[in-house]
């Protein structure tokens, strides 16, 4: 038998625009690619029968998916399907490659690297969380494009970071190392200190340290300011929090020390990387 696959050439009605995010409801598509962007979807109400590059499996709810640009997919429905429903962001391709490294450098190499499908189930926090942003997308005036986009690419962001924290993680975790790295990663945790983490810990600081450097090749203090520093970047380029502001929501005393840490990181200063990185409100106000 043979199966036809067209190539969905865009998603966009204005061709200008980087983003295009919708919510699918009872839906059935024909197997496609897709020539100019990534496609990202979080499933909101499964189950949903689902083909990704030949194989065919079942979404759940708290599925979610980063589609390639060559990756053949396609949605199944049936009669009893009627209350499916997943939240869906198209990103063009030369956004796409420009944001992801924001998230952290070797990103981009990682999900073009996946060698069948992208994947991942979400924890309800991180579930309920990207719901409050759809909410939210839905919310903003239609033509409000400035501030439309500061969510979506919040949006984009989020469900990078949780592609990245997925990739990171082993089966061979031992369980209270699984547990630590999992709450450590919450938001309440982003203002926190080394120490807090150690008194998460059944071990003493020795073995907790070591465990990091097996695992992770990396030290406790290290990774928590890798998580600190990737939450003030998203800050910087999608939030009018000033450098103080900033410092002070992820547990930093001192803004001189958030300001070498942040360059130690980045090359740069807190202010440097936003003017240089973050796009001006008035690039996206409508033209009348």
Avoid at 122 to 135: D, P
Avoid at 136 to 150: A, E, F, G, H, K
Wanted: glycine content about 2%.
């Amino acid at each position: 038998m043979k199966i036809e696959i067209f190539e969905k050439l865009s998603s966009f009605d204005d061709k200008n625009n980087d983003f295009d995010f919708h919510i699918w409801k009872y839906l059935e598509t024909s197997l496609h690619t897709h020539k100019d962007y990534y496609e990202l979807f979080l499933v909101t109400k499964g189950p949903i029968k689902y083909s990704i590059n030949e194989k065919t499996i079942t979404l759940k709810t708290m599925d979610m998916s980063i589609v390639r640009p060559s990756d053949k997919h396609r949605f199944f429905c049936t009669k009893n399907d009627r209350s499916i429903q997943h939240m869906n962001l198209a990103v063009d391709c030369d956004y796409f490659n420009y944001f992801v490294p924001f998230v952290t450098p070797d990103l981009k190499e990682k999900i073009d690297s996946e060698r069948e499908h992208i994947l991942i189930h979400l924890s309800e926090e991180q579930f309920n969380y990207l719901n409050h942003l759809k909410k939210v997308v839905n919310m903003i005036p239609t033509d409000d494009s400035y501030q439309r986009r500061t969510a979506l690419n919040l949006i984009l962001f989020n469900m990078l970071s949780f592609f990245n924290m997925s990739s990171h993680e082993k089966k061979s975790y031992p369980l209270w190392f699984d547990s630590l790295l999992s709450e450590i990663s919450k938001p309440h945790f982003i203002n926190k200190s080394v120490n807090d983490l150690y008194k998460l810990c059944p071990y003493s600081n020795p073995i907790i340290i070591k465990t990091f450097k097996d695992y992770l090749n990396t030290t406790p203090v290290r990774y928590l300011r890798n998580l600190k520093m990737t939450y003030a970047k998203n800050l910087l380029l999608t939030t009018d929090y000033n450098t103080l502001d900033i410092c002070t929501r992820i547990g930093f005393d001192s803004l001189s020390h958030f300001n070498h840490v942040f360059k130690e990181f980045y090359g740069t200063t807190p202010t440097e990387y936003r003017r240089k990185n973050r796009i001006s409100k008035d690039e996206y106000k409508t033209t009348p």
